[in-house]
């Protein structure tokens, strides 16, 4: 059997064809858009995230204020403030509770995250 030299050429060349590139392209191009799409949620989580921790600390900084003032103090009072214009913190201290000569303290921070309203809080005991 006698064989045409242009066929054993075609045989023997390598590469991808013309399909194969376009499928390859179709699949990057939608893993990226699906990529794409995920940036804006990712974005948004680590904003919530950076409100939040500030939102601990202001509430973990009252707290070690108020604990610091002692049981006797006259000092250790209910009151509100806001801090840096976008948290809202309150604490509460309730004298004698959950039992005689001990008083609660429950600090409060809430902040606006879009339409939504996030609050933290934090609940100590000091003791006499």
């Known amino acids: 059997m006698r064989r045409t030299p242009g066929l054993n050429l075609l ?11 376009c499928v390859s392209f179709l699949l990057m191009a939608l893993f990226f858009a699906g990529l794409a ?15 939040r921790n500030e939102a601990a600390a202001l509430a973990q900084g009252k707290m070690e204020e108020l604990k610091s003032y002692g049981y006797g103090s006259g000092f250790l009072i209910s ?35 879009g339409s939504k309203e ?5 609940r100590n005991y000091v003791a006499q």
């Open 37 to 51: 799409q995920s940036f804006p949620l990712a974005l948004k989580l680590v904003v919530e995230g950076k409100l």
């Open 79 to 113: 009151g509100s403030d806001e801090v840096r214009g976008k948290y809202r913190r309150s604490w509460n201290v309730t004298q004698n509770s959950p039992v005689p000569r001990m008083n609660e303290i429950v600090v409060t921070v809430s902040w606006n995250l």
């Open 118 to 122: 996030r609050t933290l809080e934090f």
């Open 11 to 21: 045989s023997e060349k390598r590469g991808f064809t013309l399909v194969e590139i």
